[in-house]
T-cell receptor, first 113, second 113 residues
């Protein structure tokens, strides 16, 4: 039972355009969501997060949108840069003292010059 | 400073060996984690320590033995591993409260021969 799903294994975007990565979840108890970026042979790097009390959070070129009724979140990167090419993981957790993150399968983003 | 340091970066061990992976953080975080990641898969939670006590064990085989000597250190002792245990082992930490970001180290690449 996959509680966090990233249905697009890969995405290719032109440099300078907007990249939109999508994530769906099934567990209505999730109340905190995070996006991580991962280069090969490195650990995941935290990008941006959002609490379930918000529907948008912005940090520079990165914006995360949360639609609780649809159990859907998305990460927007604009403008996309070649260095953004990586695997992006969506993750979610419930309201617990120590977090148990549940990850999606990841989306490989390629930014083309 | 959001650094989680893992050693060694690479480890090759035989199936009869005993080895340890080490992790250190100096962010004052009270929760520490071990994740395992296979190629093209998302990280999978293994163990969570909260305030130096084991709070989550995701039914991990006993050939993996975690240890938390103090709030800054986390070890993973390895004994009698199988080749299928070869993976990237990720340490992470967080403040230990709901809604806090989990920060990952760069990982230790383990190869069991």
């Amino acid at each position: 039972d996959q509680q966090v799903k990233q249905n697009s294994p890969s995405l290719s975007v032109q440099e300078g355009r907007i990249s939109i990565l999508n994530c769906d979840y099934t567990n209505s108890m999730f109340d905190y969501f995070l996006w991580y970026k991962k280069y090969p042979a490195e650990g995941p790097t935290f990008l941006i997060s959002i609490s379930s009390i918000k529907d948008k959070n912005e940090d520079g070129r990165f914006t995360v949108f949360l639609n609780k009724s649809a159990k859907h979140l998305s990460l927007h990167i604009v403008p996309s840069q070649p260095g953004d090419s990586a695997v992006y993981f969506c993750a979610a957790s419930e309201n617990q003292g120590a977090q148990k993150l549940v990850f999606g399968q990841g989306t490989r983003l390629t930014i083309n010059p | 400073d959001t650094e989680v340091t893992q050693t060694p970066k690479h480890l090759v061990m035989g199936m009869t060996n005993k080895k340890s992976l080490k992790c250190e953080q100096h962010m004052g975080h009270r929760a520490m984690y071990w994740y395992k990641q296979k190629a093209k898969k998302p990280p999978e939670l293994m163990f969570v320590y909260s305030y130096e006590k084991l709070s989550i064990n995701e039914s991990v085989p006993s050939r993996f033995s975690p240890e938390c000597p103090n709030s800054s250190l986390l070890n993973l002792h390895l004994h009698a591993l199988q080749p299928e245990d070869s993976a990237l082992y990720l340490c992470a930490s967080s403040k230990g409260q709901s809604g806090n970001t989990i920060y990952f180290g760069e990982g230790s690449w383990l190869t069991v021969v």
